[in-house]
């Protein structure tokens, strides 16, 4: 998992490990960040919608969703998460890596549903709403596992496989149905492997040259090919990724506005500054000031100081 570091900048309640990585964040746009930009990765992530509407975007299909909404991402699936007009919107991620679920020698589990499922040969809603089959079963797993992860009693991480191979039988059993062939693997692919090259470079210096060769297109095919598929042009894409990232700095970090924008890619701060007030209407340090004054004005309501006794 890469895409903004996300213990870096989320509130973290349970605690993974290479052991046993499933991990649980808290998360709020646009008070911790104004969106997460596409990416991908080899973990499942179950967005849970607490408060608020937000946009959920998976392989290119869009879907607005309101509290109580539950996507399963897979692994390998093109995902980012929008700001839906003005909406303040507080979800959870849970991110667990499914080789928790996968046994190490094969076994039915794994031979006949994980692997199905990893591979692509069967499929299982992206979301789960309010009101809809299985739902009340499935959302009872998740709360379930927020809950022990209160207290850490021993022998927690053996209640939380247990309630996510619940959640994948409820799937399996009920919702799960054969998934024909995709026609656009390929072109995915391609931009999968651009998309992930842009998470780990994006702080340096990019050419189209450089891009181009990632995916292995020629200059023009490339600047055609990313056109088509993003609906802008790789420059202003990265520009938009990398203006997002420096908000994502400002608020949780006291550096610079200078070194802030050199640690994202921007040589220029001038152009720094012109382009990020182009995209967030207000200059970086505007935008510091109004997220810190937010931020502590919900600490100070969800925390207020203690009332002196009367003499």
Not at 16 to 32: A, R, V
Not at 63 to 89: D, K, M, N, R, W
């Amino acid at each position: 998992m890469n895409i903004l570091e996300y213990e870096n900048y989320k509130e973290k309640v349970t605690h993974g490990s290479p052991q046993f990585p499933y991990n649980t964040y808290l998360c709020s746009i646009p008070l911790d960040f104004p969106r997460v930009p596409l990416h991908w990765h080899e973990e499942m992530e179950i967005i849970y919608v607490k408060k608020g509407v937000v946009t959920i975007t998976v392989d290119f299909a869009q879907h607005t969703v309101s509290a109580g909404t539950l996507a399963l991402i897979l692994p390998g699936q093109l995902h980012s998460i929008e700001q839906y007009q003005q909406e303040h919107v507080e979800y959870e991620n849970i991110i667990f890596h499914p080789n928790i679920l996968i046994s190490k020698k094969t076994d039915t589990c794994s031979s006949d549903y994980f692997s199905p499922l990893l591979d692509g040969q069967v499929t299982v809603p992206l979301l789960y709403v309010p009101g809809s089959t299985c739902y009340d079963e499935i959302a009872a797993c998740i709360d379930a596992n927020d809950n022990i992860c209160r207290t850490y009693p021993a022998g927690y991480e053996l209640f939380i496989k247990g309630q996510l191979f619940q959640l994948f039988y409820l799937l399996f059993n009920r919702l799960c149905q054969k998934e024909a062939p995709k026609k656009d693997s390929r072109s995915l692919h391609k931009l999968k492997l651009v998309l992930k090259y842009l998470e780990n470079h994006y702080m340096d210096k990019i050419t189209i040259a450089d891009i181009a060769k990632e995916a292995g297109l020629s200059q023009s095919h490339f600047m055609k090919y990313f056109k088509n598929t993003m609906g802008t042009s790789f420059i202003d894409y990265l520009n938009d990724y990398r203006l997002t990232m420096a908000s994502r700095l400002l608020i949780s970090s006291d550096s610079s506005i200078l070194n802030i924008a050199s640690e994202v890619g921007f040589e220029n701060l001038s152009y720094f500054n012109r382009t990020f007030k182009k995209r967030f209407a207000m200059t970086p340090s505007a935008y510091r000031k109004a997220h810190c004054y937010a931020l502590c004005s919900i600490t100070a309501y969800n925390n207020p100081a203690p009332q002196k006794k009367s003499q």
